[in-house]
């Protein structure tokens, strides 16, 4: 198994600009996380999905921010526009239902100047 | 709501030294804890885990128990290693078939000098 896939590792963008990160999550997994880590705040759940549908975005932090699943293979977490706060690594994790741990990605980091 | 208190480090041993970080927690009900490490670069793994009271997660030589009476789940290592150099998170999930979440400290930095 290749574990759940990230895509890119790193990103460095300009303010203003639009930022897509990529995750592919292990196959059969029924839930995908979204998290965001920095040194100030640590890990913070920004959303996740079961079976394709957003159950709890409410640490998305603002409109700026969205994200998709448009099947159980594949997701998306959009910022547009970027600002250099939003600069952080942002790790995608899946799980299957009634399994008691994630298994994470390993990040993209996200610089906006 | 759910939260997790870990030590705050960084924490330096030495080789074969014993290890101790400490977590403990709150939350209602009966969650489920676990102990995740991260290696520089990496996403986190999962190292152990707990699912109800007086449960002993271990795994590579670390071991953890869940104590209800002190909300606790604190991480222990006899005789740490160079190659245990990370940072280490305690989680919890929230009980409740339909949870999910996971809720994670701040997480400790663990250098093992040779």
Redesign the interface.
Known sequence: DAG?IQSPRHEVTEMGQEVTLRCKPISGHD?L?WYRQTMMR??E?LI?F?NNVPI?DSGMPEDRFSAKMPNASFSTLKIQPSEPRDSAVY?C?S?KQRD????????TRLTVV | GNSVTQMEGPVTLSEEAFLTINCTYTATGYPSLFWYVQYPGEGLQLLLKATKADDKGSNKGFEATYRKETTSFHLEKGSVQVSDSAVYFCALRGSGGSNYKLTFGKGTLLTVNP
């Open positions: 759940v839930y996380f640590g890990l759940l996740y079961n709890d790790f994790a799980t008691y741990g994630y298994t994470f990605g390993s990040g």
